[in-house]
């Protein structure tokens, strides 16, 4: 994972961040968007807060834009925060830069802009179990990712889904392990598998060009 920084957001089960006014637009697969929610349940929204603890499979064919680093029945409340940090210039810039551009040499990126959010040790609802992961949106202003960081992921019965989705599922991709007894656990498909050959992590080009990565399941 990378550093966990930020704001803190409010202890509340089902509940979400306020609105995040984005200090650069970033284009989500071919929309701009300039604000977001950090939902506790495990995933971001742009246009409204969403309180959706089952996780509904991908593709949805709904009104929404949604990225889910671990859409589940989370609950801050018993343990745990939810932190939210965006990103102009500093160390933590040239070290995304770096990165994508080790995923994806071919397209020269330079980060202007990073967001991220880290779920930090949150317990399940009805259980206290201590779960890390993160979700990471960058842009140049042309190319624009999503990165999904995973470090301990503590077992749950509850179904657990990984992954992004559009409106009208126009581009959508869940996560290998995504509604397995292996989402989570020791043996966490999420955790110790990769589509950029580091265990843990997933990168995803997110803008109006297609990626070759979506309309794919490994569940």
Known sequence: LYNIVGNISSRSDDGSSPQIPLLHSFVYFGQPYTQIFVNHN???????PWSSYIPQRFPMNG????????????????NGDIYYAQFTSGNFIQQVTQDINEYFPELDFSA?????????KVGYF?????????AV????????????NYGDLVPSSRSIQAG??????????????SFSSNAAGNNS????NSNVNEPGRWAFRVDHEPTGKTRNSGS
Do not use: C
Request: hydrophobic letters at 40%; glycine letters at 6%; charged letters at 15%.
């Open 42 to 48: 495990g995933h971001l929204t742009f246009q409204t």
């Open 63 to 78: 009104t929404r834009d949604i990225i889910a680093p671990f859409w589940t029945d989370l609950n801050n409340e018993v």
């Open 112 to 120: 202007k802009w990073i967001f991220m959010a880290t779920w930090y």
């Open 126 to 134: 009805s259980n206290p179990g201590q779960t890390t992961f993160q």
């Open 137 to 148: 949106l960058t842009t140049d202003g042309q190319y624009s990712f999503v990165l999904f």
């Open 164 to 177: 992004y989705d559009t409106i009208n599922s126009t581009e959508y991709f869940i996560l290998p392990g």
């Open 189 to 192: 498909v999420f955790r110790h």
